[in-house]
């Protein structure tokens, strides 16, 4: 049995936001389960799946922050 070791994350380097298709400077967010960029506004309506609000996902809970090309391990994007 062999170990891995973490998966290792690219972010890119010119997003734009996988809803509205605004290019995105930082800060923005970031859903690691679509591999998708966001604009804050968006992203705190983004489900993953049509099946997100049914299983009583959260929207917007699983985009965080990227800030300086890091990615923030709190979960969901800051309020307006």
Same mark, same amino acid.
């Not at 994350?9 to 389960?33: D, K, M, Q």
């Given at each position: 049995?062999?170990?891995?070791?973490?998966?290792?994350?690219?972010?890119? +380097?010119?997003?734009?936001? $996988? *809803?509205?298709?605004? #290019?995105?400077?930082?800060?923005?967010?970031?859903?690691? @389960?679509?591999? %998708?960029?966001?604009?804050?506004?968006?992203?705190?309506?983004?489900?993953? +799946?049509?099946?997100?609000? $049914? *299983?009583?996902?959260? #929207?917007?809970?699983?985009?965080?922050?990227?800030?300086? @090309?890091?990615? %923030?391990?709190?979960?969901?994007?800051?309020?307006?």
């Amino acid at each position: 049995m062999s170990e891995r070791g973490p998966r290792e994350l690219t972010l890119p +380097t010119a997003p734009h936001c $996988a *809803a509205c298709g605004r #290019a995105l400077g930082e800060p923005f967010g970031w859903c690691s @389960g679509c591999h %998708a960029a966001y604009c804050f506004p968006c992203g705190r309506a983004h489900f993953c +799946t049509p099946r997100c609000p $049914a *299983a009583g996902c959260h #929207a917007g809970l699983c985009v965080r922050v990227v800030q300086n @090309g890091v990615l %923030a391990k709190t979960w969901g994007l800051p309020d307006a």
